[in-house]
């Protein structure tokens, strides 16, 4: 019996996904035309604060203090700096980085008040994920942590430099760990035992969530309708633009039906970049 690959038909992650139930003409702009956006100060300053959270955990335990994570986080945005230098036009002076800076000073002092890093040592930081669904769709991502219990069970934990969502809005939350989880348990056999994500903005908190199988089966179920659904746009070639307060944040609303706009034309490209890529500056402030 010959082994193939399986056939791949696009590729889906929580973020792509999560843009698509947001406002497809939105999924559009990004994946399809792939239309250039300026950073966002909130967006940038969640990826410093992820870096410094991951590189916390190179310390020996004793080591992983407020002042520690302080002092990483001026090489951290250096670092970002010299990989994008158009990073510091965002901020009209000094002062205005100085305050972006303190604001992610806060919330990793925050972070001290949530969980106790001595106490932790996460099997995996940064792990990128990917697995094929029977039907061919490819879901991938990056994980910020996972914790291993010595009894196996495993934690996926999410970072958010935004404020905890209210009730009626933890199922969108959820869902993207949902997704991972869903990867996980494909790629391993098994299902992660807690889903927690950590919230630094506002006044702090943690979400914890236990998944079961039935759960993720659901979460597998609304991701192949959301590809159904991508699939259908791709054939009509029509984007409905959906308003909602998200849109305060768009960079692209001067193409936008919904302001007066008119996108350009469909390009002939396909979604679905199914190499890995490079994480992108995650906008978990909106």
């Known amino acids: 019996m ?59 335990a004793p080591r992983r203090s407020v002042e520690a994570a302080l002092e990483l986080l001026g090489p951290q945005w250096e670092r970002l700096l010299a990989d994008d230098p158009q990073y510091a036009q965002m901020f009209a002076d000094e002062a205005e980085q100085a305050q972006w800076l303190g604001q992610a000073q806060e919330m990793l002092r925050r972070y001290f008040t949530l969980e106790d890093p001595t106490r932790l040592e996460p099997a995996e930081r940064e792990l990128y994920v990917e697995a094929v669904l029977d039907g061919g769709l490819m879901l991938r991502g990056y994980v910020d942590r996972l914790d291993v219990a010595p009894t196996g069970e495993v934690r996926v934990v999410d970072y958010k430099t935004g404020s905890a969502p209210g009730p009626d809005f933890e199922a969108k939350a959820l869902f993207q760990m949902k997704f991972y989880a869903l990867v996980l348990w494909r790629l391993r056999g098994s299902v ?29 179920r609304k991701v192949m309708a959301l590809w159904a659904a ?32 008119t996108p350009p034309p469909v390009p002939d490209r396909q979604p679905g970049d199914t190499i890995r890529s490079n994480r992108r500056a995650a906008t978990d402030e909106l």
């Open 192 to 220: 992660p035992r807690l889903l927690q994500l950590v919230y630094l903005g506002g006044q702090g908190e943690v979400l914890r969530y236990a998944p079961d199988e039935a759960d993720l089966l659901a979460t597998e």
């Open 230 to 261: 991508i699939e259908r746009s791709l054939e009509t070639g029509e984007w409905r633009a959906r308003r909602s307060r998200l849109c305060d944040w768009c960079d692209h609303q001067a193409l936008c039906p919904e302001f007066g706009g």
């Open 2 to 60: 010959t082994l193939t690959e399986p056939v791949i038909i696009g590729a889906l992650s929580p973020s792509r996904a999560g843009d698509f139930m947001t406002c497809p003409l939105l999924y559009r702009f990004r994946v399809i035309d792939q239309l250039p956006e300026k950073p966002s100060p909130a967006a940038v300053r969640g990826t410093v604060v992820h870096a410094v959270l991951e590189r916390l955990y190179d310390l020996p």
